[in-house]
Structures are given as C-alpha cells and as structure tokens.
C-alpha cells in the first residue's frame, strides 16, 4: 500500500521560504497512474490545492498561489518538494502531499499532514 | 478560482439519511463529471469517499453515494451511524489541470 510522509521544518519566519518534502513508500513515485499533489489546511478552516507534478516534472499550480509556488521531484529518493516563498501568517497551515489518480482526477492516498507555522 | 459552496453544518440523527450539497460554477462543478468527496476526522487526513460524482473506491460503505445536477454535487449517507461524525468535502476539476475544494461541511449524528 502506498505511504506518503512529509517533512521538514515546522517553524519559517515571514517572508522567508517554506521547504517540504514528500516522501513515497510502498509504490513507485513514477507511476504512470499517478500525480503526486500538495494540499493545505490553515487551522480550522477548509483544504486548498496548491499544486500537482508529474514523475516526468510537468507542474500544475493553483493559480491563487502560483507566483510563489515551486514543485519538484526528486525520482532517485522516491520525493517530491514544495517550496512556498515570502510567507506570511496566512500561509500557517497543516501541509498534506497525497496521490492523485490520473484517472479518477481524485486523491487517493495522503500524508498525515505537517503543520508548519509561520 | 473560489472554493466551491457547502453549507457549515449538517446534522441527523442516527439510521436517518442527510444530503450535503457543493455548489460552484459551469467552470468547475458544471463542466466536468469530476467531483470526489473527502471525509476528516479530527486531527486525521482526509478519505476519499466518492470520486467522479458517485463512484466508490473499493472499502467504502454503500451508505455513501454521490450525484449532480448543474453545477450542484451532493453526497448523500444513508442508514446514519456515529462513526459518519466528520467534516465532509467536496472537491471539483476545474479545468487547466487545477483543482477547488469547498469550504467544508461539518456532519453531526445526534
């Protein structure tokens, strides 16, 4: 079964630049029936899509959030990374990486989430 | 791109069925069959319950289905059990390869 954990710090001062990584156990992170996806919670309130990328590196970005989004993935590790630049407070949230059906356009499997507070 | 529309809060009592809505747009919910449902618990990530409107990925209790009409989706759980006490969200394809999810419903069996 697919597992998915992300990791990194879980303090950025604002404006600096948030840092996570995902990292895919248990399937292969170049699938070719799967996107891998980042998903945000602030605290007690709703989920947003930040972004999906591909094992080959095409990204798709929530345009919202695109002018401060970078997604990568790293093959050889088995991860994927997300990096959000001059953060504020209002980026404070539970960060989740999950899969993402190419058909179905579902999420399937997710992390259990990284709070990272700014 | 704005989150798509659910009411803040659902309630039943146990064995009964409750619907939860999710409006958006004819850019999102209208325009593709592509709606999935996620269900949280607490301090949890969430579960898919239904994807592409009423499909159930395999280990999903059929007391959970889904449909659409317009640019409404809605999921329906039947036969109310505590275990369904949960926030519910649902989410749609919004064309370019994006994603919106709604702001969530909070489901209470009393």
């Known amino acids: 079964q697919l597992q998915l954990q992300e990791s990194g710090p879980g303090l950025v001062k604002p404006s600096e630049t948030l840092s996570l990584t995902c990292t895919v156990s248990?399937?292969?992170?170049?699938?070719?029936?799967?996107?891998w996806g980042w998903i945000r919670q602030p605290p007690g309130k709703g989920l947003e899509w930040i972004a999906n990328i591909y094992y080959s590196g095409t990204t798709y970005y929530n345009p919202s959030l695109e002018s401060r989004v970078t997604v990568s993935v790293d093959t050889s590790k088995s991860q994927f990374s997300l990096k959000l630049s001059s953060v504020t407070a209002a980026d404070t949230a539970v960060y989740y990486c999950?899969?993402?059906?190419?058909?179905?356009?579902?999420?399937?499997?997710w992390g259990q989430g990284a709070l990272v507070t700014v | 791109q704005s989150a798509l529309t659910q009411a803040a809060s659902v309630s039943g009592s146990p064995g009964q069925s409750i619907t939860i809505s999710c409006t958006g747009t004819s850019s999102d919910v209208g325009s593709y069959n592509l709606v999935s449902w996620y269900q949280q618990h607490p301090g949890k990530a969430p579960k898919v319950m239904i994807f592409e409107v009423s499909k159930r990925p395999s280990g999903v209790s059929n007391r959970f289905s889904g449909s659409k009409s317009g640019n409404t989706a809605s999921l329906t759980i039947s036969g109310l059990q505590a275990e369904d006490e949960a926030d519910y969200y649902c989410?749609?394809?919004?064309?370019?390869?994006?994603?919106?999810f709604g702001i969530g419903t909070k489901v209470t069996v009393l």
């Open positions: 248990g399937g292969s992170i170049s699938s070719t029936s799967s996107y």
């Open positions: 989410c749609s394809y919004a064309g370019s390869s994006t994603y919106v």
């Open positions: 999950a899969s993402r059906q190419v058909i179905g356009y579902y999420f399937d499997y």
